[in-house]
């Protein structure tokens, strides 16, 4: 059976994280398999971003206010749904999701929701205020759009969970689905020498790498402090900094790296794309993520596809997951946290460093490539098409 499905999501701008990358791995993964797949989003046409896709990009911006309005996106809606088997929200709080329940709530085609963590109590706890404003919204939009949709869609056990925790009157058919990325293409050693020859001060080095958003929520201040405690017992270790600075937080933890005196041996590249960030994991013998909130972590998965071993906070939703397949390591998202987890890596023998990196593709290839994500998507939506036929 082949389906033909939509994506609906704000932006497709790959420094908002994620989600945008998400939607580009599933949906080239399902076009593969020989599904039909289209996408809409509220950002203006972009020609470079749209030759990146196998697939049809309908821009329906602008989009106005935080909320992202996009008047055209209802009239869009209404006359295309017809078309498509199901449509796939992905991300809530803006209006793409509301608008969605309020065209197909009575309608023949089935939506289904990806809440990308955005129902973690962790943001009940950081941002009270914005949760009470969210808790007076809710019952009017969010809450509505997750019960009447045909499954609210989870990357984890663990966010399942957690998406319970947030707010009263909570009700949705969960369904946990695979989500990944595409395994790493191309040449590994010239990948890696595009990276070193532009950062030649990290050849021959132990790198760690932390790539994603500079953002508070990732621990980066922690990660600095942990690493801090550890450098000065190996000379020949280096932390890399990768990835965009989207709230001017960068400069606050450089100054920070001075003042812990380890600033000449912490290397900040900015976002990293293509071949130099598969060159940039190729060059790392761990990669860290001590986040305080992450839904799934797709530089997790990219790094396990690479080889690359992940040491995670337990805030890291499929840190389980990792556990159970003995692909890195996990600790608590504190400073005491992420320097035992240095600790106990540098601490490691070199056969036991060698033993957990055997394991990371093996925990790839069964959890988070694109492939499986792409065929448990599709098998969803082909069930929910199912049990239309026979209601």
Same mark, same amino acid.
């Given at each position: 059976?082949?389906?033909?499905?939509?994506?609906?999501?704000?932006?497709?701008?790959?420094?908002?994280?994620?989600?945008?990358?998400?939607?580009?791995?599933?949906?080239?993964?399902?076009?593969?398999?020989?599904?039909?797949?289209?996408?809409?989003?509220?950002?203006?046409?972009?020609?470079?971003?749209?030759?990146?896709?196998?697939?049809?990009?309908?821009?329906? =911006?602008?989009?106005?206010?935080?909320? =992202?309005?996009?008047?055209?996106?209802?009239?869009?809606?209404?006359?295309?749904?017809?078309?498509?088997?199901?449509?796939?929200?992905?991300?809530?709080?803006?209006?793409?999701?509301?608008?969605?329940?309020?065209?197909?709530?009575?309608?023949?085609?089935?939506?289904?929701?990806?809440?990308?963590?955005?129902?973690?109590?962790?943001?009940?706890? +950081?941002?009270?205020?914005?949760?009470?404003?969210? &808790?007076?919204?809710?019952?009017?939009?969010?809450?509505?759009?997750?019960?009447?949709?045909?499954?609210?869609?989870?990357?984890?056990?663990?966010?399942?969970?957690?998406?319970?925790? &947030?707010?009263?009157?909570?009700?949705?058919?969960?369904?946990?689905?695979?989500?990944?990325?595409?395994?790493?293409?191309?040449?590994?050693?010239?990948?890696?020498?595009?990276?070193?020859?532009?950062?030649?001060?990290?050849?021959?080095?132990?790198?760690?790498?932390?790539?994603?958003?500079?953002? !508070?929520?990732?621990?980066?201040?922690?990660?600095?402090?942990?690493?801090?405690?550890?450098?000065?017992?190996?000379?020949?270790?280096?932390?890399?900094?990768?990835?965009?600075?989207?709230?001017?937080?960068?400069?606050?933890?450089?100054?920070?790296?001075?003042?812990?005196?380890?600033?000449?041996?912490?290397?900040?590249? =900015?976002?990293?794309?293509?071949?130099?960030?598969?060159?940039?994991?190729?060059?790392?013998?761990?990669?860290?993520? !001590? &986040?305080? +909130?992450?839904?799934? =972590?797709?530089?997790?998965?990219?790094?396990?596809?690479?080889?690359?071993?992940?040491?995670?906070?337990?805030?890291?939703?499929?840190?389980?997951?990792?556990?159970?397949?003995?692909?890195?390591?996990?600790?608590?998202?504190?400073?005491?946290?992420?320097?035992?987890?240095?600790?106990?890596?540098?601490?490691?023998?070199?056969?036991?460093?060698?033993?957990?990196?055997?394991?990371?593709?093996?925990?790839?290839?069964?959890?988070?490539?694109?492939?499986?994500?792409?065929?448990?998507?599709?098998?969803?939506?082909?069930?929910?098409?199912?049990?239309?036929?026979?209601?």
């Amino acid at each position: 059976m082949t389906i033909r499905y939509l994506h609906v999501i704000h932006s497709l701008d790959p420094r908002g994280g994620g989600p945008a990358e998400g939607v580009k791995q599933i949906s080239t993964a399902a076009v593969r398999l020989q599904h039909q797949v289209e996408i809409v989003t509220f950002v203006p046409p972009n020609a470079a971003l749209t030759a990146e896709y196998d697939c049809p990009i309908h821009y329906l =911006g602008p989009s106005y206010l935080k909320y =992202g309005y996009a008047p055209a996106f209802a009239d869009w809606l209404r006359s295309n749904a017809p078309r498509f088997t199901a449509v796939v929200v992905n991300g809530i709080w803006q209006y793409h999701s509301l608008c969605t329940w309020q065209v197909l709530r009575r309608s023949t085609t089935p939506y289904f929701v990806f809440t990308h963590g955005m129902l973690d109590p962790w943001f009940k706890r +950081q941002y009270p205020l914005k949760h009470l404003k969210k &808790s007076l919204y809710w019952p009017f939009a969010e809450y509505r759009v997750l019960r009447d949709a045909r499954a609210v869609l989870f990357t984890s056990d663990e966010e399942r969970d957690l998406a319970r925790r &947030s707010f009263r009157h909570y009700q949705a058919n969960e369904v946990v689905v695979n989500y990944g990325v595409a395994p790493p293409s191309g040449d590994s050693d010239a990948q890696r020498e595009a990276f070193l020859a532009l950062y030649p001060g990290l050849r021959d080095k132990r790198i760690l790498l932390f790539l994603g958003r500079i953002h !508070p929520k990732k621990g980066c201040d922690l990660l600095l402090g942990a690493f801090a405690h550890v450098a000065r017992q190996h000379p020949s270790l280096r932390l890399v900094m990768a990835g965009p600075d989207q709230v001017g937080l960068q400069s606050d933890l450089r100054a920070l790296s001075e003042r812990l005196g380890v600033s000449d041996v912490v290397t900040w590249t =900015g976002m990293l794309a293509g071949d130099l960030k598969l060159g940039a994991l190729r060059s790392a013998e761990a990669f860290v993520l !001590p &986040s305080h +909130q992450e839904n799934f =972590g797709l530089a997790v998965a990219e790094a396990l596809a690479c080889g690359v071993p992940a040491l995670v906070s337990d805030k890291v939703n499929i840190w389980r997951e990792i556990l159970a397949d003995h692909a890195g390591l996990v600790s608590e998202d504190t400073l005491a946290g992420t320097t035992r987890l240095l600790q106990d890596w540098l601490g490691m023998s070199a056969a036991g460093r060698e033993a957990i990196a055997a394991n990371t593709h093996r925990c790839f290839q069964s959890r988070f490539s694109s492939t499986a994500a792409a065929r448990s998507l599709l098998s969803t939506m082909e069930h929910a098409g199912e049990q239309q036929q026979v209601a």
